[in-house]
């Protein structure tokens, strides 16, 4: 009993702060620990992938939350175009988290491993990549002052970025992860905005995505409340530290860093379903 409390709050804690710091938001560290350490080891009675992924969207408002407080100090957090991409996002994740009954762990560990791989490339080839007209349409640019006192002019145009994000927050609804392993590459590389800001608005829409997808899953009882009680204070206080660390690093340091976490976590995805 204590070692598995130890590991929950280690987990709450860890996820949280790189979380936060790369503005993934850890839920694709919490469901596949949970996965693990209930399943695999027998530690969390009563544990499946489905209350993983709805104990991962609960945890992950507490994070979002605390995250957009924090890199909103800043002025971090793009609240106009993010209320955009709330329009999609939000329906999308409550639509997922009911899609998620129909899924295994072995289906999740492979697809989500090779989808986070990919993104990882993405960011590596981004700078070669050339902005899309579609998404560059000059009526929807708008300034927006980073936390250094640059002014960035970008935009996002309202039917394009409601698609995009209904599709994402399916994705977040489906497998527990708040969005933001998906919106943060999404607003670097399609509407080209400082990682600063992209990952200060992720925390922001981890909040409510989140909030949606961990409503659905809390009608079809899919959360250990007791493991809750564990991760959420650590959660709440790791997000935090992790905000409040990413003010130290460049804009191309927290890509890389993203880059480099979402690689990692999709290999040893893809390898738990060989072994």
Not at 113 to 119: A, K, Q
Request: aromatic share 10%; net charge positive; proline share 4%.
């Amino acid at each position: 009993m204590i070692l598995t409390i130890i590991i929950l709050i280690l987990i709450g804690l860890g996820s949280s702060v790189l979380g936060a710091l790369v503005g993934i938001g850890g839920g694709i560290i919490i469901v596949p620990a949970l996965v693990f350490i209930g399943i695999n080891l027998g530690l969390i009675e009563g544990m499946t992938p489905q209350i993983a992924i709805g104990t991962s969207s609960m945890i992950l408002v507490i994070t979002g939350l605390s995250g957009m407080i924090a890199y909103g100090k800043s002025n971090q957090v793009d609240r106009y175009n993010g209320s955009i991409f709330l329009i999609g996002l939000v329906p999308g994740a409550f639509v997922g988290s009911y899609a998620s009954s129909y899924l295994t762990i072995d289906s999740f560990n492979l697809y989500f491993g090779i989808f986070l791989i990919f993104i990882s490339i993405l960011l590596t080839v981004r700078d070669k990549i050339k902005p899309i007209k579609m998404f560059q349409n000059p009526k929807y640019m708008r300034p927006h002052v980073d936390k250094d006192g640059n002014v960035h002019s970008y935009g996002v145009q309202p039917s394009i970025a409601i698609m995009l994000t209904f599709i994402v927050g399916f994705i977040t609804g489906l497998f527990g992860i708040g969005g933001g392993a998906l919106m943060t590459p999404l607003m670097l590389i399609v509407f080209r905005m400082p990682a600063s800001i992209a990952i200060g608005t992720s925390m922001m829409l981890i909040f409510y995505s989140s909030l949606s997808s961990a409503i659905g899953h809390a009608f079809q009882a899919h959360i250990s409340y007791w493991s809750l009680l564990l991760l959420a204070p650590a959660a709440f206080y790791g997000a935090r530290w992790g905000a409040n660390i990413s003010h130290k690093f460049s804009n191309d340091s927290l890509v890389s860093l993203l880059r480099g976490a979402l690689f990692l976590i999709g290999v040893y995805l893809i390898v738990q379903t060989v072994i």
